[in-house]
């Protein structure tokens, strides 16, 4: 009797040995990124820059100078503390007052499976879909806090829920100061009304649709945190998702700074993880697309945790220092519905001495649409064009041009005063375009030059050639293709051609005649750029002046708001 209990003694020792050995070497793996998005909850509750224990598994915490491992069963979200995140909050019968009808096509309202959303109800576990490495990382145990701004139209009420509770669930709660619901006058106020019984929701209901720029203003005004968090009102954030952002704004206020943005698949739901080797960029039509990190930036990438320069955000989920956001003027107010706003916060930021980032160990999902699910009130088309033509106007200088090729439907069509935007841009001394193209996006090509004719119009006057090679100004005659050959001008930077002639100076002082001369890039004499809305010589840097409209054409000083320097092209079809 007493050898058997010796024996089964003996075992149960070297079981626990091997087992506690067995733990010891699996806790010494780097972690697979299968844990589950509750277990980060616990995490982030438990404080900075602590190793979390994760429910359902054996973990070595230490405690002392001892090592135990225990088993944690404990899941993080006791009913007790749900209540205490949802207050007096019913999310039940919030969700079951708007059920799919038998029958109804469950992409009908929204443009995703509303049915499948529905099912998952107001929260559910997701993958943690970052590098190992970032669960090592540390945090200040001080970062400031941040208002969440996520404003919405007719947004589902499980998606809209969801995106709430994942922000409470996923954040210490110490970091988030207020969530902000922007309802863009959708037709039920209950959608947002209601959520205001979750503590720490607040809804701001516009009187009548804005579009999602001036409710995104509105709501940072209001905002009491020194940090802005803008979301889509049908996301999902990810473990730790929050605190990498806000530690990149602490230390610089003028960084602006992104997740990646995971993909909530709009037929199943299903969580799934977005490359980490993408940043932000887009077309001269400006539209945005997703691309390859450059691979001189990719070879040099030895820590996947560090964050990539981005040259524009995809626009709906960033992080922005207050002060900076109303510093750099917000947004274009006069920008309507839905899109080109993140172009023009984009080269602002850039381009006015800020910079913008995507950070790996940072994820939110989102639910990518393929069709947009309301209605734009001036048509979808022409509000595009009418945000980007304002984007392209205030920032794009003369690459504005690629803008007008790759869209010509933009030209002639509405976009209202661009006044207040370039004064800022003026206030804040903003750097031009061109520092942009070859400081941040030297990637974006300039499209090869056709030759696109323009007249050269300055007042009511068209510039012309006269005999051999002599030169000035004349009435504009003809339209379209109707002009006559000596108006009609082609500007292939650095040339200013008319079939096989250019525009030359005759020597390199102010004073200098203008002339006509057979064509030759290499020749510094012909060598011309856009200043504003005069035409500078790049070698002399004196500008084209017309003194008074019988000429003759000089170089002189340049005054770009000169009356005789401003030379505007006027695209002829
Ligand atoms: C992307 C951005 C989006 C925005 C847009 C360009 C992401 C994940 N999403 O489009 O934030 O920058 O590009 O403008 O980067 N909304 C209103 N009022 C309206 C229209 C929309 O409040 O009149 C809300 C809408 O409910 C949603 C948000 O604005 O919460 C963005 O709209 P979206 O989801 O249709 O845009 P998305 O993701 O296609
Ligand atoms: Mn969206």
Redesign the pocket.
């Known amino acids: 009797m007493r050898r058997i209990r010796a024996n089964a003694i003996a075992i149960l020792t070297v079981a626990w040995i091997l087992g506690t050995f067995y733990y010891l070497w699996q806790d010494s793996k780097p972690q697979s990124a299968a844990a589950s998005s509750s277990s980060s909850a616990s995490q982030t509750r438990r404080g900075h820059g602590q190793k979390a224990a994760v429910p359902g598994r054996l973990e070595i915490i230490h405690r002392d100078d001892r090592t135990i491992p225990l088993i944690v069963t404990q899941p993080p979200h006791s009913e007790q503390n749900q209540n205490q995140q949802l207050g007096s909050f019913d999310e039940k019968s919030y969700l079951s007052a708007k059920q799919l009808k038998p029958g109804d096509d469950p992409y009908r309202e929204h443009a995703f499976n509303l049915q499948e959303s529905d099912r998952l109800g107001g929260e559910r576990a997701i993958r943690d879909t970052r590098h190992y490495r970032c669960a090592a990382l540390n945090y200040d145990a001080d970062l400031p806090s941040t208002s969440i701004i996520i404003?919405?139209?007719n947004?589902a009420r499980s998606t809209l829920l969801r995106t709430i509770k994942s922000v409470l669930m996923r954040s210490p709660p110490s970091l988030i100061q207020e969530i902000i619901l922007i309802d863009?006058f959708s037709s039920d106020p209950e959608d947002c009304q209601l959520l205001t019984q979750i503590p720490k929701v607040r809804c701001l209901r516009n009187g009548r649709?804005e579009?999602?720029i001036r409710?995104r203003v509105r709501g940072a005004s209001s905002a009491s945190a020194s940090i802005l968090t803008f979301l889509?009102?049908?996301c999902e954030v990810n473990a730790d998702w929050l605190q990498p952002m806000i530690q990149r704004v602490k230390e610089d206020h003028t960084r602006v700074v992104s997740p990646i943005?995971d993909v909530i698949s709009l037929d199943n739901f299903a969580y799934l993880a977005a490359s980490a080797d993408l940043r932000g960029g887009f077309d001269w039509s400006l539209h945005f697309k997703w691309e390859q990190i450059p691979i001189e930036q990719k070879m040099a990438r030895n820590d996947p945790t560090q964050p990539i320069r981005t040259p524009v955000i995809?626009?709906?989920?960033f992080v922005m220092d207050k002060s900076w956001f109303n510093h750099l003027g917000q947004y274009d107010t006069h920008m309507d519905?839905?899109?080109?706003?993140?172009f023009e916060l984009s080269f602002r930021v850039w381009m006015c001495g800020g910079s913008l980032e995507i950070l790996p160990c940072s994820r939110v999902g989102?639910v990518?649409?393929k069709r947009?699910p309301?209605d734009f009130p001036e048509g979808n088309a022409l509000t595009y064009i009418k945000n980007t033509r304002r984007a392209a106007e205030v920032w794009m200088d003369e690459y504005k041009q690629y803008y007008y090729s790759a869209r010509p439907s933009a030209q002639g069509k509405a976009f209202g005063s661009i006044t207040d935007r370039l004064t800022l841009r003026r206030k804040l001394n903003c750097k031009p375009f061109r520092w942009y193209m070859e400081n941040v996006y030297p990637e974006l090509r300039v499209p090869e030059q056709e030759a696109v004719s323009s007249v050269l119009k300055q007042g009511g006057l068209c510039l012309e050639t006269r005999g051999t090679d002599g030169l000035g100004l004349a009435e504009c005659r003809g339209i379209g293709g109707s002009r006559p050959q000596s108006q009609r001008w082609e500007l292939i930077e650095p040339l200013i051609r008319q079939q096989d002639l250019c525009l030359a100076i005759s020597a390199f002082t102010a004073g200098s005649k203008v002339k006509m001369e057979p064509c030759n890039t290499k020749e510094p004499r012909q060598k011309w750029k856009p200043k504003g809305p005069a035409l500078q010589h790049m070698v002399s840097g004196l500008c084209l002046d017309s003194q008074t409209p019988t000429g003759p054409l000089v170089i002189s000083q340049c005054r770009p708001q000169m009356a005789s320097q401003s030379w505007e092209p006027q695209i002829i079809t």
């Open positions: 404003t919405f139209h947004e863009d649709r579009g999602l409710s889509d009102s049908h943005i995809a626009g709906g989920i519905i839905w899109g080109g706003e993140n989102h990518f649409r947009h309301y």
